[in-house]
């Protein structure tokens, strides 16, 4: 990696003792015009921060973000630093570390520390890549957000002395890792949920700068980290059972919850332990969590029998949640609930458009919302009004496209979606404009405008419900329902039968005994 500087340069400079520096450093901030106050309590920061360095035995000229995260946590035995020690206790340290920032700022411009000379012109890319973003009808708040992140990122790369050309895999993995004293308003990766805050403007600018061949950026920004114990697990899901993304997800993450308990050596796992495990989490839950946990729980252990790692008969110990199979009445909307929650969409605008035609593929088709989510363009087979789907287990299935659902996909299509290579039919309305991710909030809002904010569920499954309700009423078959509806199992279907209230009153037998 080249450098704009050499070691030597504080040599050269006259810097030979550390109290040169400091004396250099404060004829730098007089001659900046800093109020007498501003550069006392600048030049107390750097003595602090360069007595350190003497007492570690730590050279100028291999100062970089490490240097700085240990001096920012040290327990403090400076020599002569006993005015200020106690303050450490009561100031803020980002605050106590603004004069070292200063320091380490001011020893770079004067060539006392080697670093990759980048800084400048990164952040004129950044500034190229935010305007190509706002050409692309960026929202004003992801602007901000880009121009943030990528910065944050640029300025830890500078004071890490690693070259952009340089970035991989392992260097994301320490940036959402460091101690942050990255001078400006940035706090520490660490702290978020995850790192997706910078994964993706990050990966976007480098892209920018490949594509425009500003800068020769070999590795790009890695994916989400693969978890070494649950990733060969959702390999195995996908590649073995055919699940969705979402299933996966589902199963990895309650999985992951119990192997924290269980252990992390699977040859160790016993009946008595798995049982005892699952029923201290059942206890308290409700029927859904303890489904999911026991769920989850086998098809791990058959990826573990099927590796050879455990017994398969340690499958049936797996306790089995209660479940009253068609103990419950489906949530609907009648059909003219579900035409007025269609006909609040504003298709003056493109997310109306959008929502209007989402709404009438569930409302039509009783589709399920990953259906929604993963149609694509070559899905829709306009000339024979067909479009397929792929539905529970990876099936794929075509159905037919009605009349009015086809109009409103073919006007979005037409008149709203953005042009991007991106294949999914639905996408985000504002840039960067990605596939959606889930239709839920786009059902919710339809309902609070058709005023039946009441109703539960709000998801897409509302819809399904509704149409399945509705020709149950109408005099459809259970058959007929189940084809619509695509169910693999007649039993799943059988619950519509109990929403037809009607029927039931003319078949429902007198109690026996006293009215009253």
Known sequence: MNHTTSPMACSEAGFGRLADILGTYVEHLRAAGLSVTGARRLRVGAQHFLAWLDLCGIAVESIDDSVLCSFRRHDCQCPGMSG???????LDKREFMTGALKLVQFLEEQGCIPHPGEMEPNLLYLDGFIARCKEKGYAPDSLCRYESSCRHVLIWLHRSRISITDVDAKTLERFLEHDCVCPGPFESPRQRVSGSRYDSPFRSFLQHLKETGTLPVQGLMPERRSDPVMGPFEAWLRSHRG??????RMHSHWAASLVATLGPDPRSYDAAGVREVLLHRYDGGSKCYAGNLASSMRMYLRYLAAKGICSPSLIDAVPTASNWRLSYLPRYIGSEEVEQVIACCDVTKPAGLRD??????LARLALRAGDVVAMRLEDIDWRHALVRVCGKAKRQEALPLPQDAGDAVLTYIEKARPRVTEDRVFLRTLAPHRPLASIASIVRRALKRAGLEEVRPQGAHLFRHSVATGMLRSGQSLE????ILRHKSMNTTAIYAKTDTSMLLEVAQPWIGDPS
């Open 243 to 248: 699940i969705g993304e979402r299933s996966i």
């Open 480 to 483: 007929t329902i189940n084809t």
């Open 356 to 361: 209007r035609a989402i709404l009438l593929l």
């Open 84 to 90: 200020v020690r106690h303050k450490l206790a009561s």
